[in-house]
């Protein structure tokens, strides 16, 4: 007999949306919308609730919102994480989802998942001291432990599946046209 596994995902209605889009293509385009207010300082708080999908405008149960700042040591207010640790956050909890999710779709029960991530920047970028160094990271290092009835294998298939799908490690991974623009 079959054991039953549950991760919390609904696989069923996954694939029946796969499914689904198959024959949509225009309703599988989405629109992902946040915006940012300037608090003081390096302090800002950004919130996401509207987005645009399956052909028409869509929202959140709650508007989420996220602080962000910089720790005292750049002569900030420390009221939130830095941007560029929510970019971790970002991949990790994509890459997390994407686990859970191929998981119960590979019949695998997990018992628990846990990424940690490391991102190296140099600040000589973004403070100017030298052109040569990138703004950005160097260097994101992802780190799972994952308890599941699986071998070690079929467990670094399902992390290698994720990481296939996942939006976010594509977006940090691959360019993507960025627009600024002032009204």
């Excluded at 054991?3 to 209605?13: F, M, P, R």
């Excluded at 919130?47 to 869509?58: A, K, P, S």
């Excluded at 432990?145 to 594509?170: F, G, N, P, T, W």
Aim: glycine share 8%.
């Amino acid at each position: 007999m079959a054991q039953s596994v549950n991760n919390g995902v609904n696989i069923d209605a996954l694939l029946a949306a796969r499914e689904a889009l198959k024959n949509a293509p225009d309703a599988a385009k989405f629109t992902w919308r946040a915006s940012c207010k300037w608090q003081n300082g390096t302090h800002a708080t950004s919130t996401v609730q509207g987005f645009h999908g399956l052909g028409d405008e869509q929202r959140h149960k709650t508007q989420f919102s996220f602080e962000t700042d910089h720790p005292e040591i750049f002569a900030s207010e420390d009221h939130g994480a830095t941007p560029v640790e929510l970019v971790l956050v970002g991949l990790a909890s994509c890459l997390t989802a994407g686990v859970a999710t191929v998981a119960q779709n590979r019949g695998i029960q997990l018992r628990s998942v846990e990424a940690k991530l490391e991102g190296k920047m140099n600040l000589y970028g973004i403070l100017g001291i030298d052109g040569d160094v990138r703004n950005g990271y160097d260097d994101i290092k992802v780190t799972f432990h994952i308890d599941a009835d699986a071998s070690k294998k079929d467990i670094e298939a399902l992390v290698a599946q994720s990481q296939k799908r996942s939006a976010v490690y594509d977006i940090v991974t691959n360019p993507c046209n960025v627009t600024v623009e002032v009204v």
